[in-house]
């Protein structure tokens, strides 16, 4: 996986163990993703299938893209489709993406770097791989993740942030064994680049075989770890777990994961998605491309779709 790696993880600032009286969280559920097809038909994982949105608050919806190695002419993203009322993260581990907005947003990501899109009160996007990609072919890994906006900011002003991979934090662990990217939020006052309204942390770790790491956890905030890549443990209880699979962590202070001594040759490593976030607890009404509060709200947000009151293309400007 390139994403953004080190030489030498051991030049890093570490992450601080947690008080020897934290309380470690156990693990509440292990669920496996099933694979399915987004926009013009490349291949997903539907990380949070089968799991209750109350567990996963703030958190809607996570898509892990691939890992596919792309034949020529095979690369496929999706086409312009509106939204409202929450925000996008794609962070692409491996290949190359290129997003547009009807807000003027957009551009190129590729290894190791994020595009955080606000829909706020309304937006229009399209995700494409680049032609020269379709082209010649390549690998593409990455994951898309839909972070919910409190009814009091879903009606804000659209936005794009464009964070490079360079911008992104990273610490070791004590034992110099794990890589951690911090993209968003902080992790023992180490803060990562993306701006949210939400407070969550999102944070990309790549666990040595054999290896271990905890990290300090909030209490106010869930936690969530997703396999990318490899095989290992999660909590005090040593729970399997393998690519693919949601781990969904009970209440707590520290949250655990470890790599088996024997990965597959493909990934030599665990890769491991980690989030948590402040939960809003407010009513979710999820239709399509709309996360609302209500029912009413999202048949209203596909009438200002179909009206064109989401923005135009190509962006416009007042």
């Known amino acids: 996986m390139p994403a953004v790696t080190v030489d030498d993880i051991t030049t890093l600032d570490r992450v601080p163990a947690p008080a020897p009286d934290a309380r470690q969280r156990r693990v509440r559920s292990v669920t496996t993703a099933p694979g399915g097809f987004e926009g013009e038909g490349f291949p997903v994982r539907r990380a949070f299938a089968g799991v209750d949105l109350g567990l996963l608050d703030p958190f809607i919806h996570l898509d892990q893209m691939g890992e596919v190695d792309y034949a020529p002419g095979e690369p496929k993203g999706t086409p312009w489709h509106p939204h409202r009322g929450f925000e996008t993260v794609t962070y692409l581990v491996d290949g190359v993406f290129e997003h547009q907005d009807s807000?003027?947003?957009?551009?190129?990501?590729?290894?190791?770097?994020?595009?955080?899109?606000?829909?706020?009160?309304?937006?229009?996007?399209?995700?494409?791989?680049?032609?020269?990609?379709?082209?010649?072919?390549?690998?593409?890994?990455?994951?898309q993740l839909w972070v919910n906006l409190p009814k009091a900011q879903k009606w804000v002003e659209p936005r794009y942030q464009d964070l490079r991979g360079s911008s992104v934090v990273l610490l070791g662990s004590s034992d110099g064994g794990t890589l951690v990217r911090v993209i968003a939020g902080d992790i023992a006052d180490h803060r990562g680049p993306?701006?949210?309204?939400?407070?969550?942390?999102?944070?990309?770790?790549?666990?040595?075989?054999?290896?271990?790491?905890?990290?300090?956890?909030?209490?106010?905030?869930?936690?969530?770890?997703?396999?990318?890549?490899?095989?290992?443990?999660?909590?005090?209880?040593?729970?399997?777990?393998?690519?693919?699979?949601?781990?969904?962590?009970?209440?707590?202070?520290?949250?655990?994961?470890?790599?088996?001594?024997?990965?597959?040759?493909?990934?030599?490593?665990?890769?491991?998605?980690?989030?948590?976030?402040?939960?809003?607890?407010?009513?979710?009404?999820?239709?399509?491309?709309?996360?609302?509060?209500?029912k009413a709200e999202v048949l209203q947000a596909f009438e200002d779709f179909q009206a064109g009151r989401l923005g135009a293309i190509p962006a416009q400007h007042s």
């Open 103 to 143: 807000n003027g947003g957009g551009g190129l990501i590729t290894n190791g770097d994020t595009q955080w899109m606000t829909a706020g009160q309304g937006i229009l996007h399209i995700e494409k791989p680049p032609e020269e990609l379709v082209t010649s072919g390549g690998l593409f890994h990455g994951v």
């Open 194 to 294: 993306g701006s949210t309204y939400t407070p969550m942390t999102m944070l990309h770790a790549t666990v040595s075989s054999g290896a271990e790491i905890t990290l300090p956890w909030r209490e106010d905030f869930n936690a969530l770890a997703y396999v990318l890549a490899g095989d290992g443990y999660a909590g005090p209880e040593r729970n399997p777990i393998h690519t693919g699979q949601l781990v969904v962590f009970g209440p707590g202070q520290a949250l655990t994961v470890s790599a088996n001594a024997q990965q597959e040759s493909r990934h030599p490593n665990l890769e491991v998605l980690f989030l948590g976030g402040r939960p809003i607890r407010e009513p979710v009404a999820w239709g399509g491309p709309f996360v609302m509060n209500t």
